[in-house]
Structures are given as structure tokens and as C-alpha cells.
């Protein structure tokens, strides 16, 4: 894959993504369809809630995730500029996508009483001594990068974000384009998959994200809301964006920061 496409694809994907792909090569992708066949309808998965406190600032900040609170990887708690997008800078051509070009960039829905950002980059499997050269850079592009959003919400407001995605993931099934930071986004195909637990309300999306030379990468977004907040994750795997291959958001850092939020 030509760097200019791999800086296209990692920016549709993730602003953060391209910092670290747009100096690599890859080679053309695998189709992401089959890949996404058979996932469950857009819906989210619900439970009966009591009425629960509006966080402020400081007690996202308390409850988002640390370093210590994961096994590996890195947890970043100040973003960088290429990962603290703002809400402005995301914009669908069709307003019904709206919450999935804002979730997919890390934007918080609609309008929060506080957020708080953070990030975690896995770790890379390192490769063998005998591994061709093409395969090695792969292998240590091979991880999972999650942009994490806390946003606390009066009201219904929580509700309504969640709603607002799950809706969003319905309409736009056959795709959308969007620009993310005034780069270019075309998403091929819009799928939902199981909603994960651990709080009030889940859902989990995959946007499978065109670029050219045929490679159809996945992005993936995982919602969960506990009582007035609901926390975003926007995950892309490095190497995928290269080889179109499909991957998991890790399962232990969604449970990790959920788990925080009591």
C-alpha cells in the first residue's frame, strides 16, 4: 500500500493511527464483509436503573482509567492534539450518522454536563528473528489503539446518547462519508455486534472504513452507560488498517474502566 493510502486510512479510522502508520507500507486488504456477516441487529442491550448522580469533572477524572488499572499496554491521561478532537471538527454529510463520526473520533454525544479522554495502546507482539521484513512491521503495528470518552449527562441525557448511536448504526447500515479534522472519511458499511455488559445500557458497533487500493478497514466503537454516564470506545487496530483484517476492542480494558465506574 502506497503511504498516502495508509495516511487516508488511518486518518478515517483514527487521527491517531496516523501518526504511527503514515511512515509505513502494507500490502492490499482483505475484504471486511464476511468478516461482519451475521452480527446482530442495532439495538442495545438495556436494564432497569435507579436515578444516578450527574458527575462532575473531577469525579471522571477519579473514575477513568490508569495505568494501574490494567495488566499491559499504555494508558495515556493527557491526549495529544491529533487525539483530542473536538466536536466541530467532525462533521457527516448526512445528519442521521452524525453520532457515529462523533463516536468513532472520540466526541462525546450531544451536550455533556463534564468529559474526560483518555487513551490505551496495547502491546505489540514482537516478532521473530527470521520474520520477512513486511511481516515484522505487521507484527509491531499489530495492536489495539482505543480512544476512551467519559461524558456525564443530566436528565435523560445519558439515554439519549446511547439511543442516539444505536439509531445512528440503523440508518446508516449501507454507509456514510465524513470528514474527521477536514480529512476525508468514507464508511463502506455500518454492522452492530453483541453489546457488551457491565452497566445499564451497551452497544457495540463496527464502521468498515473504504480507502482506496481495496482495502476496507474495520474501526470499532463500543458504548456503555452506567447511571448518567456513558463512556465511548473508538478502536482501531493498527496492522488492520493496513490489511483490512478484523480484530477485537480489548475485552479487559472495557471491563477495567467500566468496573470504575462503581
Sequence with gaps: ???????????????????????????????????????????????????????????????????????????????????????????????ACQPLAHAQAGVAQGEPAATVKRSFTGDPVKPSADTKPEDALLAALDTEKVLINLASYEGDGAEQAVRGVVGAAEKCAGGFKATLVGEPMAVAKVATGDAPGGGDEGAAVTLTVAADEGVKAPAKIVLVRKGSTVVTFSAVNLASMATGKDFEVPADVVAAQVGKLG
Aim: charged share 25%; aromatic share 0%.
Design 1 to 95: 500500500m502506497r503511504t498516502s493510502s495508509v495516511r487516508r486510512t488511518a486518518l478515517a479510522a483514527s487521527a491517531a493511527a496516523l501518526a504511527l502508520l503514515v511512515t509505513a507500507c502494507g500490502g492490499s486488504g482483505d475484504d471486511q464483509d464476511k468478516a461482519d456477516e451475521g452480527k446482530g441487529k442495532a439495538a442495545p442491550s438495556t436494564s432497569a436503573a435507579a436515578p444516578a448522580k450527574t458527575l462532575t469533572a473531577a469525579e471522571l477524572e477519579k473514575a477513568a482509567l490508569a495505568q494501574s488499572d490494567v495488566k499491559g499496554g499504555k494508558v495515556a491521561t493527557k491526549l495529544p492534539a491529533t487525539d483530542d478532537i473536538a466536536a466541530d471538527q467532525v462533521k457527516s454529510e448526512d445528519a
